[in-house]
């Protein structure tokens, strides 16, 4: 998950324009997109600082335009963009990193604009399975297992060995309503369900009974990638359902931090488009900006989650490509999500969330 402040709060940083500035744009796009403005929202934290120093900051200068970065946790931004749409008072223009099993519903809600592919170049050179009618990928999204490479902690094989009471030791997991169909997915899976079955159907009470066999073992709760990170980094857990964009960085401040992709889940996050805006000629300039594997691979370094472009991975540093999703190491032991999984996940997150909150508050 990606760090979450608990208000929504502006984080807007203007930039002045370089000495010397590499140009993306013709001089023509960047003087129709001169003083123009699109607020984004973003989830906050080590993400959004990533987001503005990869690209915001460079795009500012080469195209004179503005984008004004707007934090809140997900189940915030939902509502608050559900809201907008609903009001016809649209005041962010798009939602940075909307996971893919967030996009069914909102998409049928009507929050979202429908994207115009013909006007981002560079979306046609990512793989197929990350299209979506309503979003530019500008993540891959994995949500997998870590351990403590330390004595007395038993390695993680597998996403699997985290539900497996035999091996002790504390665990964290999300508190948040979000997070449910995430944990429900990897807990049904590791139990032997299938993704075909997963995707008629996520059974709630068959995922909250596999979680209880370790619940007793589960002695932190994050809320938020913050947290997420720091409970690794700070050595208060042996294990952690995470992110992998979260994990890395554990791992980057505290090197006893280990990934295990066996038996994880990946999907795309995206920039998706408010309905009803007004700026998606600048959007759509932003989009195809963060679509550059240069770019990608600098935001990957400066925030861990690794980029939808695997031709990004060439411009990574070798200590890094390891924790990489799209490599084809990682890419072999991932479960992809397919639509028709998403599409029901989206449908049972209301029910899944408030069974979940219900659950972790016991």
């Not at 807990?187 to 909250?208: F, I």
């Not at 390891?322 to 032991?333: I, Y």
């Amino acid at each position: 998950m990606k760090p979450s402040p608990k208000t929504l709060s502006h984080y807007t940083r203007l930039f002045g324009m370089t000495t010397t500035v590499v140009m993306l744009f013709s001089t023509a796009h960047a003087a129709d997109l001169k003083g123009k403005e699109a607020v984004i929202w973003s989830p906050g934290g080590k993400y959004t600082t990533a987001l503005e120093q990869a690209y915001v900051k460079s795009f500012e200068a080469e195209t004179g335009s503005k984008i004004t970065l707007v934090e809140a946790d997900i189940d915030q931004a939902v509502a608050a963009a559900s809201a907008q749409v609903k009001a016809g008072n649209i005041q962010w223009d798009g939602l940075s990193s909307i996971d893919a099993p967030y996009m069914p519903k909102l998409a049928m809600d009507g929050v979202l604009e429908r994207i115009d592919a013909s006007n981002i170049p560079g979306l046609e050179k990512l793989p197929k399975a990350m299209a979506n009618d309503y979003g530019v990928p500008i993540l891959n999204s994995v949500v997998t297992v870590s351990y403590r490479d330390a004595d007395k902690v038993v390695p993680l094989k597998s996403v699997k060995d985290f539900f497996d009471p035999s091996i002790k030791g504390p665990r964290a997991m999300s508190s948040n309503a979000g997070e449910a169909q995430m944990v429900c997915t990897l807990a049904l899976l590791s139990d032997g369900v299938s993704v075909d079955q997963l995707s008629k159907g996520l059974d709630t009470a068959r995922c909250l009974k596999i979680v209880d066999r370790i619940k007793d073992q589960v002695t932190a709760y994050w809320s938020n990638g913050s947290q997420m990170a720091q409970l690794m980094i700070d050595n208060n857990v042996d294990y952690c359902l995470c992110w992998d964009g979260r994990i890395i960085q554990a791992a980057q401040a505290n090197p006893q931090w280990k990934i295990q992709y066996n038996g994880g889940i990946q999907f795309p996050s995206y920039l998706a488009y408010t309905k009803g805006t007004k700026n998606s000629d600048v959007l759509n300039a932003f989009a195809e900006y963060m679509l550059d594997p240069k770019r990608q691979a600098e935001f990957t370094k400066l925030v861990g989650y690794s980029a939808p472009n695997p031709d990004s991975v060439a411009y990574l540093p070798d200590n890094l490509k390891p924790f990489v999703s799209v490599t084809p190491e990682a890419q072999a032991v991932l479960t992809s999500l397919p639509n028709a999984l998403l599409e029901t996940m989206s449908r049972q997150q209301v029910e899944l969330g408030k069974a979940w909150q219900a659950y972790v508050s016991k």
